[in-house]
């Protein structure tokens, strides 16, 4: 998918949320454990109950990772649901991965020839050819760790580095980069104001953003500052959607969260 | 494993090899490519020539990812076939991850649980509660990239950070952690020189070391500046070991090449 398809659909839903699919087997309803599959029902029920309030989902592979061969396979049944029934949405497969030059081609191949997904969360420590290989697809899109949501964010990612905080020169030195316009980035929602500074940075690229609401974010303050002329944000909620009841109810629970915050979006976007 | 128990078979092997099984279908031998599956019999038969002369197995995962469902299976099936014949090596999965707190123990329990390697490879960028989790499990262990051995290391690693580079931040920060007793870090062997700032550090940890051979750094110089009282290091090669034949000889080979190591490392451990 390319960024102006992105956009489109932002506009034609009046939404620019990402969901994130999470899927922990102890806090889903204990109906869906009788399943052969259990994370997949999960998830294919939710997709089928949100997929018109969101642009975008994003399973985060540690979630599946830890149920072993069970759990790939669930993450493969997931993508392959979304991209046969909902072509329209922007995949994400959350994983942060970055190894040197052959090692993140193998990776790439992985989430982008193997499993088809639009996009791949990468960690910046390992510098540009960890995060080349995966700019090197058509269409496809490298979306880099910038400034993360979590307490240890703070430990390196805001150290002042030659003048400027660490994640400053990350998005910067990025720009640099073979395909570099393939780029987005991850920026928590922390601290709005930060915003304000990578916009002078990368004033268009896409910047996915958690951490607004269970993480205490504000979606107005982060649309105020972050928001580009062609949007350019993603807004991702996982656990207040997916987990919004654990009950037989919980698809029905999960479209009622997904959409008060695609109608705080709209309202934002008709502004 | 402990570390004691690491240094104890570096001792009685008299060898601190890890070997890389980054097995790629296209470098492998064209007669294995007919069985059921091609990456654990290549594995099996390199791990079957070469176990004596090391310590220490280290699959890259993104080698098996780029496979999909069947490469999870081979890797499966490599670590128990490890841990089920040679019990007494430590494996190390080569995957390089780190998320929010609560996604990292996801991670956790896929390699440690799941699994059941000895130690992950993990990624820094997210700070103390990306790689923590890692770290609350017995006899298990995390690897911290610290200095990489690839061209992107000069990106942000040697970074000059409040005085010092990112790289000693890095290490010295980790250090506050909690069981960071049981933390190694990844080291590539690029300058040896490097390795006398580090010790300074970390007097007594271990440290990966990736970069010897193919990628043109010297064992002795690296054993002179790296190695500590219980040794401490564990030098890996992959290329150099597991493709010196791609005939139907490629484990006898893959044994030549990793004994003129193995006795190197005899003789530096003589002396």
Redesign the interface.
């Known amino acids: 998918m390319t960024t102006q398809q992105l956009t489109q659909q932002i506009h034609a839903k009046k939404s620019f949320l990402c969901i994130g699919l ?1 899927v ?1 087997l102890t806090k889903i309803p204990q109906h869906l454990l009788q399943t052969e599959d259990p994370i997949f029902e999960f998830n294919k029920a939710i997709i089928d109950a949100t997929h018109d309030l969101c642009v975008s989902y994003k399973p ?1 592979t ?2 599946y ?5 069970k ?3 669930s993450l ?1 049944k997931t993508i392959n649901y979304i991209n046969e029934n909902y072509p329209e949405i922007f995949t994400i497969a ?1 994983a ?6 052959n ?2 081609s ?2 790439a ?3 982008f020839e ?2 088809n997904f639009d996009s791949v969360t990468v ?9 080349e290989p995966f700019l090197a697809f058509e269409n496809k899109h490298a979306i880099m ?1 910038a400034l ?10 805001t ?4 003048g400027k905080e ?1 994640y400053k ?2 998005i910067e ?1 990025s720009k640099t980069w073979k395909n570099s316009e393939k780029l987005m980035y991850v920026v928590g929602a922390t601290k709005a104001e930060y915003f304000t500074d990578i916009r002078k940075i990368v004033p268009d690229s896409f910047l996915l953003v958690p951490g607004v609401g269970a993480q205490g974010g504000s979606l107005s303050e982060v649309c105020k500052y972050g928001m580009s002329n062609n949007v350019g944000l993603l807004i991702n909620s996982s656990r207040g959607i997916i987990y919004a009841s654990n009950g037989t109810d919980f698809a029905e629970k999960a479209r009622t969260e997904a959409l008060k915050l695609q109608q705080e979006m709209a309202a934002i976007l008709s502004n």
Do not use: C, H
């Open positions: 999470d922990d985060n540690a979630f990772e830890a149920y072993g061969l759990g790939w396979q493969q959350d942060k991965r970055g190894d040197i030059g090692t993140s193998m990776y191949k992985a989430f193997d499993l960690a910046p420590y390992m510098g540009k050819d960890s995060v760790l993360t949501s979590n307490e240890g964010a703070f430990d390196f990612q150290k002042n580095v030659e660490l020169t990350v030195t």
